[in-house]
């Protein structure tokens, strides 16, 4: 498989590194200096990986389609603001993308266990719950994509809780509000906790990622998963592809 990284950060380099280790061809381009890649380096590649920064990921994911590829995995974070216009450009365009704030397996997984957590705690009031994460020094977003994620999981499962960015400073409201907390320390590479803190008890699930392996991984079978069958133009979410990993006889119809 040819492909072609935008973003020669550590997510781009992990992605490339795994295409490597597997026998396929990749090119890794950093930011261009005129601040949008030209469509025509791009010519050539099957599948392309967008791992670069949120503000720059429509544009990329315009030049991507203008270069002709059909097939994209965006594993780039902060670029909500723009949903909508790359929705367009991949639809008018005839291209499939996979997007997620975090392509590990482990986390996609993580995200049902929550699920499944709130389903049980969420119906006892006494246990309020909590999301923590913690990246390294240099991450921008805070709190991250996946913590968002997660965030977003257990406010839409959960009886009574509102997001916090909804919830007024004071009153009796003030209190239903999800509590997420960002830190930014060192070199960690992802660490999200989720908890449920009870006057007695307290109850906490936790995924830790050791390096960007994890990540990578994932990428390469999002990109396997387009490349599998014909998939409609627009966004998909990562969940499809985890599926087709858990159940394979289903990926094709997918």
Known sequence: MDSVILGDGPLGRAIAAALVERGDRVRVLGRPPGGAHDPAALV??????EASRGDAVAAN?????RSGIRR???GTTA?????????TILVTGGAAAVAAP?????????GRLV???????????AFDPYVVEWHRRGKADRPSGTARALAARIVAAHPRLIRVDEAPTAGPSASDALEVVGIR???????????FDAPGETVELRCVARDRTAYAAGALAAADWLLSAGRSPGL?????????????????AS
């Open 44 to 49: 050539g590649a099957v599948v392309a990986f």
């Open 61 to 65: 994911v315009e030049a991507i389609v």
């Open 72 to 74: 994209l995995v965006i």
């Open 79 to 87: 670029w909500d603001a723009d949903r909508s216009r790359i929705e």
């Open 102 to 110: 975090n392509l590990s397996l482990g986390v996609a997984l993580f």
């Open 115 to 125: 699920d499944a957590a709130v389903a049980l705690y969420g119906s006892v009031p």
């Open 185 to 195: 320390a060192g070199a960690n590479p992802g660490s999200h906790l989720v908890g």
């Open 236 to 252: 998909h979410a990562f969940d499809s592809v985890v599926d087709g990993v858990l159940r394979p006889e289903a990926a094709m």
